[in-house]
């Protein structure tokens, strides 16, 4: 019998196919849950033996995250160039049980599945796409509170979800970003954020589902 955390089921179906996924705990002696790479300790569903976002052989399927769940802080999944998803992370959004103006207006406009991270001060997107024509910010980036993760990289799944709708193309986004990316390079990050929701709010029709 599969033991899992009841809230993983409203994780999409269509990314539960791929056999990318992870269990985690967080290691006690990083403060910020900022810092994927150095904030958590993966493993193996099945063997329980280390896990890196560099090599599938320490990934196992959704059904085998499940079920080893209980014995961790939670399940994740390791993102790659061969599959179609990204993940978009809007860290420090919300003010107690309160997004902020601009996170809910990105939300209405890409529609695509969006959960609460663990600590629940963050959003994370699910969505397809990859960054394109931008080096510089290839498979990770993070400017201001802003951070994609198309490939190599890791991300934390509860299944607190705030939009359960299917994970959906967020391309126009992506090359909001990449654009905003090349114009504000070198500048303040809070410059580049601020610019960023200024870009997708002067455009929302054109990000309107």
């Known amino acids: 019998m599969m033991w899992y955390i009841p809230a993983l089921q409203y994780i999409p179906d269509e990314i539960k196919d791929y056999a990318q996924w992870v269990v985690w705990n967080k290691q006690s002696d990083v403060l910020s849950w900022k810092d994927y790479r150095r904030g958590y300790t993966l493993y193996h569903p099945r063997t329980g033996e280390p896990a890196n976002v560099y090599d599938p052989l320490t990934w196992g399927t959704y059904e085998e995250a499940c079920e080893a769940s209980g014995g961790y802080e939670g399940i994740g999944f390791v993102f790659t160039k061969y599959d179609p998803f990204v993940g978009i992370s809007i860290n420090h959004c919300r003010n107690e049980s309160v997004l902020t103006k601009e996170v809910n207006t990105l939300m209405r406009q890409v529609v695509s599945y969006t959960e609460f991270s663990p600590h629940e001060k963050s959003i994370h997107i699910?969505?397809?796409?990859?960054?394109?024509?931008?080096?510089?910010?290839?498979?990770?980036?993070?400017?201001?509170?802003?951070?994609?993760?198309?490939?190599?990289?890791?991300?934390?799944?509860?299944?607190?979800?705030?939009?359960?709708?299917?994970?959906?193309?967020?391309?126009?986004?992506?090359?909001?970003?990449?654009?905003?990316?090349?114009?504000?390079?070198?500048?303040?990050?809070?410059?580049?954020?601020?610019?960023v929701f200024q870009v997708i709010w002067k455009n929302q029709r054109y990000y309107l589902w």
């Open 126 to 195: 699910i969505g397809k796409g990859k960054v394109k024509d931008c080096p510089e910010i290839d498979g990770y980036w993070c400017r201001g509170n802003i951070a994609v993760n198309s490939w190599d990289r890791f991300l934390p799944f509860k299944g607190n979800t705030i939009l359960q709708v299917p994970i959906r193309n967020v391309q126009p986004l992506l090359d909001c970003l990449a654009q905003t990316y090349k114009i504000e390079h070198g500048k303040p990050e809070n410059a580049f954020e601020e610019l």
